[in-house]
């Protein structure tokens, strides 16, 4: 279990990732620029499954400067389309995990790309909750406020 440290925009001693784009830990490199790094993960989904990972260290979607996080979106297309042909998935997901409440194992924001074949045995299902009576319309209503 990896240990949380809120801090942004600085290296962090203790985090993996941090120590992957310093070089202290190899990685298999698929992109590199001076503000990302791509590589394989290495327990992958499915054998090309990639993480894109800003170097500067933030923990979750909410602490990536917003001009970060629009270039971050536009390599995540780029490395999507790189893997389709590469590998020729029958489909991929893109996600990310914000916290230890959602997966993330890493406090370090990062992407996942992962190809999916048909029959790969791997499902991404959730129970459908449902909302009560007027409850959506609260829900709605509290969140636009932020907005």
């Known amino acids: 279990m990896s240990i949380y440290l809120k801090k942004s925009g600085e290296y962090m001693e203790t985090c993996i990732f941090c120590k992957i ?18 590589f394989l993960d290495i327990r992958p989904l499915n054998k ?13 979607v909410l602490d990536i400067p917003d001009e970060d996080i ?8 780029k490395i999507s389309q ?10 991929f997901n893109i996600f990310c995990n914000n916290n230890q409440a959602a997966g993330q194992e890493v ?9 999916r074949f048909m029959n790969d045995g791997h499902t991404f299902k959730w129970s459908h909750g449902r909302y009560k009576e007027g409850e959506i319309e609260l829900i709605q209503e509290k969140i636009s ?3």
Do not use: C, Q, R
């Open 21 to 38: 784009v310093k070089g202290e830990i190899p990685s298999s490199k698929v992109y590199e620029d001076a503000n990302f790094l791509a």
């Open 48 to 60: 090309g499954h990639t993480l894109v990972i800003p170097k500067k260290h933030y923990e979750t």
């Open 70 to 77: 629009k270039e971050m979106s536009h390599l995540i297309k």
């Open 82 to 91: 790189a893997l389709s042909l590469a590998i020729a998935p029958d489909g």
């Open 107 to 115: 406090p370090h924001l990062h992407f996942h790309i992962a190809p």
């Open 145 to 147: 406020k932020f907005l």
